[in-house]
């Protein structure tokens, strides 16, 4: 299942990853697999190593940051999803 949402997450700390949470996201349920997760526009040093459902219609995205100074993922984007249904 494909879905999407505009997202604005906060600033990842310098060479850290951390998990935001992002709710309101169309069609996941807790026993659904984020599959992939795609940010529409690359920034240096930033990177996603980890998506999951963390909630009823939540998804949490881990953010990597490989730099020496806090980077903020540009607001406002709207970022894809692959999810898998599970099968009943």
Do not use: C, H, W
């Not at 505009?6 to 349920?29: D, G, H, R, Y």
């Not at 100074?69 to 599970?86: G, L, M, R, W």
């Amino acid at each position: 299942k494909y879905t999407s949402k505009s997202l604005t997450p906060a600033s990842v700390a310098a060479n850290t990853t951390a998990e935001q949470a992002f709710a309101n996201i169309p069609n996941v349920a807790v026993e659904d697999m984020v599959v992939a997760v795609q940010k529409p526009t690359a920034q240096a040093g930033l990177g996603i190593v980890g998506a999951r459902v963390s909630a009823e219609g939540q998804i949490s995205i881990t953010f990597s940051n490989n730099t020496a100074t806090s980077i903020t993922p540009t607001a406002a984007q709207t970022y894809d999803f692959i999810v898998a249904k599970k099968q009943p």
